[in-house]
């Protein structure tokens, strides 16, 4: 009997969903419009919460978040940064990575390193070189929801997105 149940379930799973048809009405409709994680960063780095993070709110900013890791100014190791990452932009691997930062190969990622990145990242979301990254900048926009096998595509709001992280 639970054999034969379990077929049935497995059968009707194997049923594509038609076009047009919702599956579930209650689920809720794929993220078109999306925030990376540095993105996330750069926009709660808003001091005066005015919805625009200028260059001296997000310079301010990373000097605070830096204060509390021990050897910054200096150079941190890898794992350190990992575990800076993981707290300030929500994981390990989110960009900048170490790689991304550690222009001089020591294996270590100082402040400047980190400042200076962030300084191309935030030119690159200022769209319209206004001087601040308004939260529109800093949203992407996909073409296609995340759950497409074409869902790669993307597309930023105020026109071209920072390629290189
Ligand atoms: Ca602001
Ligand atoms: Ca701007």
Not at 56 to 70: C, F, H, K, S
Not at 82 to 111: C, H, I
Not at 117 to 129: E, H, M, P, V
């Amino acid at each position: 009997m639970i054999a034969v149940l379990l077929m049935l379930t497995a059968a009707q799973a194997a049923v594509p969903p038609q076009a047009g048809v919702p599956v579930d009405p209650y689920r809720p409709a794929p993220a078109t419009i999306v925030a990376e994680p540095v993105a996330l960063f750069i926009a709660g780095m808003d001091h005066d919460r005015d919805g625009r993070t200028t260059a001296a709110e997000l310079r301010e900013g990373l000097t605070e978040v830096t204060r509390g890791t021990p050897g910054f100014a200096t150079g941190i190791g890898y794992i350190a940064y990992s575990d800076w990452a993981e707290r300030y932009l929500g994981d390990r691997n989110a960009v900048p990575t170490p790689f991304d930062l550690d222009r001089n190969g020591d294996q270590k990622v100082t402040f400047d390193e980190l400042a200076d990145r962030f300084d191309t990242l935030f030119a690159r979301f200022d769209a319209n070189k206004d001087g601040a990254v308004s939260r529109a900048e800093l949203l992407t926009v996909r073409t296609t929801p995340y759950n497409r096998p074409d869902g790669d595509r993307r597309g930023r709001r105020g026109g071209g997105r920072p390629q290189e992280r």
